[in-house]
């Protein structure tokens, strides 16, 4: 048996997952089929598809699922107001059918829409300029965003990097730059909730908050439906899964977890695994439906 071969059986064993993912729906790398192939490869047991502001990942990769025996878990993840930031909120196991989360996300990608028409006015005042369809054709799917625009700009020779077209150009405070108009975590929480599906918060260490205050934040979230965290990170620390972990028991949240994988634009992080270490236990599947069942949903 090859090095390989023991991998992949000792790591089925484990029956892993992974609650974190992006497909080219949103700003992944991947087809819906292509992820559940590689999830396969490794192997996991389930994935959920948390695309940003769109579902339409989702029943590509429930067919390739079913062919491929990988369970697939609803997914998504919403963007909200956060004072100095962003909060990043995952959905979990919701009705993907539900016709007051489908209208609202498509109130959030006209948004997203009108906003990338404004930082390619940006650019172009810069004298960069790009065709708004060249960079919805990059995307190839629903949600598109600055992440496309980048590609669009390496494409175009006009920055080396995505490292770069963001500390330039499109990042906080930088040339081109236009603050996204965003729901509050209260719309984004109900929302989840009334699709009968489990809020998350995500990446926590993201929200830069000193532990003390951070706790206050969970509390606040909470407060307003909140049911789970993500421990496991493929950006946390062991020190962060440590801390992030106390919290989760202190303030009765769901646990979860996930790589955030994109594809090779996150260099190193694989599929499932993180930077190799990340081991999320089917368990965690099994707690967020619980929590739903005893009415944490809905």
Same mark, same amino acid.
């Not at 930031?85 to 990043?88: N, S």
């Not at 965690?284 to 005893?294: E, N």
């Given at each position: 048996m090859t090095e390989g071969e023991r991998e992949h059986k000792q790591l089925a064993a484990l029956r892993l997952v992974d609650l974190h993912t992006h497909t080219t729906a949103s700003d992944g790398q991947l087809t819906p089929r292509q992820l559940v192939t590689a999830a396969m490869e490794i192997p996991l047991a389930a994935i959920a598809v948390t695309?940003?502001?769109?579902?339409?990942?989702?029943d590509e990769?429930?067919?390739?699922?079913?062919?491929?025996?990988?369970?697939i878990i609803n997914g998504l993840e919403l963007s909200a107001e956060f004072p100095g930031?962003?909060?990043?909120i995952l959905g979990y196991a919701f009705d993907a059918r539900n016709e007051r989360l489908r209208c609202r996300l498509e109130d959030f990608r006209n948004l997203r829409n009108q906003r990338n028409l404004e930082i390619i006015e940006r650019l172009a005042r810069l004298g960069m300029v790009l065709d708004i369809e060249?960079?919805?054709e990059l995307?190839?799917?629903?949600?598109?965003?600055?992440?496309? *625009?980048?590609?669009?700009?390496?494409?175009?020779?006009?920055?080396?990097?995505?490292?770069v077209a963001f500390n330039e150009y499109l990042g906080r405070g930088s040339r081109a730059y236009v603050e996204r108009r965003r729901c509050t975590p209260e719309e984004a929480v109900e929302l989840i909730r009334g699709a009968g599906g489990l809020a998350a918060v995500a990446h926590p260490r993201q929200l830069r908050r000193p532990p003390d205050e951070m706790r206050e934040v969970l509390q606040q979230l909470k407060n307003i439906g909140m049911e789970g965290l993500e421990v496991y990170h493929s950006e946390h620390s062991a020190d962060d899964v440590?801390?992030?972990q106390q919290l989760a028991r202190q303030l009765d949240l769901v646990a979860t977890g996930g790589t955030d994988f994109h594809g090779h634009i996150r260099q190193g992080v694989r599929l499932g695994l993180g930077w190799?270490?990340?081991r999320i236990s089917?368990?965690?599947?099994?707690? *967020?439906?619980?929590?739903?069942?005893?009415?944490?949903?809905?």
């Open positions: 695309d940003h502001d769109t579902l339409s990942g989702l990769a429930r067919a390739a699922g079913a062919e491929q025996g990988l369970e930031g962003t909060l990043h060249e960079v919805n995307a190839g799917g629903e949600s598109v965003g600055r992440p496309h *625009i980048a590609r669009a700009m390496i494409n175009r020779g006009m920055v080396s990097s995505p490292e440590m801390r992030y190799g270490s990340m089917y368990d965690t599947v099994v707690a *967020i439906r619980q929590r739903i069942a005893r009415g944490g949903g809905g």
